[in-house]
């Protein structure tokens, strides 16, 4: 089992187009993937929360997962969603996407549900027993009402060695803090909010999976790798200029206020699924806003 980072750098959470009628945009979903890779992502994660994997069905999870591996081809590692709030489930999804040849898996913390730590220790065992790839876990209460403490995540990362990184998004640098003092070497810890990415780096973290590089990958992109280089000074300046535009894709609930930009700039449409409705006027005005300095030209 691999005992180093999937990636180091950005990672997007890739948006899953749709047509106007709500079905899979195949064609629009390759040509975000080459455009990723283009302007230097390092990873690729498929079918996490900005990929609104709620409401994708088990055909199209098949579908969605196949295409972006197969685009891909292997020119970066590819990492599949495969965390839900079922157990069986999240082994039948691992399963999958380790038969399409996806490299790793995203396992996020169960939902509604509200596990104890204890279950969810049982919950990542019973993944990494089925599918033998390596796993990201991904803590992220905002969205989960379930916060995976720093003490579960050293305990899972001593016991399960297949985990070998976290996207933590609870936006507690305390509880990051303990992370990063006490993980072992194996263990890789990305940002999971945008804006929390070069404070987690300047901690010593590996990275971020992203919700803005769908639409700025090469500008953000550059301010991770700049980070990552130690270059604090020009780092803390790239990350002021983007930080209005960080913000601005949670104004409305992701992932719509980024859609809306990359529709805007002719990638896609920017359907989303219900229960998610389409961006407001007056917020659709601010967010690109807030995008404009970074899409002239």
């Known amino acids: 089992m691999a005992t180093t980072p999937l990636f180091t750098g950005t990672a997007p959470a890739l948006v899953t187009p749709f047509m106007p009628d709500g079905a ?7 040509r975000l993937i080459d455009w990723q890779i283009e302007e230097g992502v390092e990873a690729l994660v498929v079918l996490g929360t900005t990929g609104e994997n709620p409401t994708i069905s088990d055909t199209e999870r098949t579908t969605i997962t196949r295409v972006c591996i197969d685009q891909a081809a292997g020119r970066v590692p590819v990492i599949a969603g495969a965390g839900t709030n079922a157990t069986n489930n999240s082994v039948r999804y691992a399963r999958e996407a380790v038969a399409l040849g996806a490299d790793g898996l995203l396992v996020v913390g169960p939902y509604y549900n509200k596990p104890t730590q204890a279950g969810f220790v049982a919950h990542v065992a019973a993944i990494a027993d089925a599918a033998d790839v390596p796993i990201i876990l991904y803590n992220v209460p905002g969205r989960t009402v379930f916060n995976l403490q720093a003490e579960t995540v050293l305990q899972i990362a001593e016991e ?29 810890v990305y940002a ?17 999976v992203s919700v803005i590089a769908n639409a700025l990958p090469g500008v953000y992109s550059d301010l991770i790798r700049t980070a990552l280089d130690g ?67």
Not at 164 to 174: C, D, P, R, Y
Not at 192 to 205: R, V
Not at 232 to 245: D, V
């Open 192 to 208: 999971g909010d945008d804006e929390m990415a070069l404070p987690i780096i300047a901690l010593g973290g590996e990275g971020v």
């Open 231 to 297: 270059d604090y000074a020009t780092a803390r300046e790239q990350h002021f200029q983007l930080l209005t535009a960080m913000r601005a894709c949670f104004w409305e609930p992701n992932p719509v206020p980024v859609k809306t930009v990359l529709a805007a700039i002719g990638r896609m449409q920017a359907t989303v699924r219900l229960p998610l409705v389409d961006i407001t006027e007056a917020t659709e005005q601010k967010v690109m806003a807030a995008f404009q300095p970074f899409l002239e030209g």
């Open 160 to 188: 399960i060695p297949s985990v070998v990184g976290i996207k933590e998004a609870s936006g507690n640098l305390a509880q990051i803090s303990d992370i990063l003092a006490h993980r072992p070497d194996h263990l890789a």
């Open 24 to 30: 899979f945009d195949e064609s629009a979903f390759r």
